[in-house]
């Protein structure tokens, strides 16, 4: 199914949202499903991450009507190798025994995510190449 590049934006937007508020207000839920113990430490990291899905998630709003160009090519571009790394790193946490199986449903969301805004930029030159 392909998605519109609008459609998936939005909908990164709101996962991003939801995902600052975890972070930033209830980590160690977050946390507990990958098998993991709350710290001070984890608590900094997540509030820190927190910020950072909430830019992202302004981001994915304000773009979410920009027609193709360099500034949503830079974007997708750039989510797609910060979603694949973080999969590749979730993954290899998982297999390493540093994280319990719960982290494999962010895997899964972090490759689904990254191959979605990939093939919405392939879709995006194929229109710009036959324009």
Known sequence: MQLSFRTLSTFTAALCFFLA???????????????????FAAGLIARRTAVLFAALSVMFYLVRHEPPSSVRNALSHGFVVGCWGLAALGFGEWL????????????????????????????SVEHETAG
């Open 21 to 39: 508020l975890m972070w930033g207000l209830v980590p160690q839920r977050l946390l507990s499903l990958w098998d993991m113990e709350f710290s």
């Open 96 to 123: 390493n025994g540093h994280a319990g199986p719960g982290i494999l449903l962010a895997v899964a969301l972090e490759l689904a995510l990254g191959l979605a805004f990939f093939q919405t930029r392939r879709v």
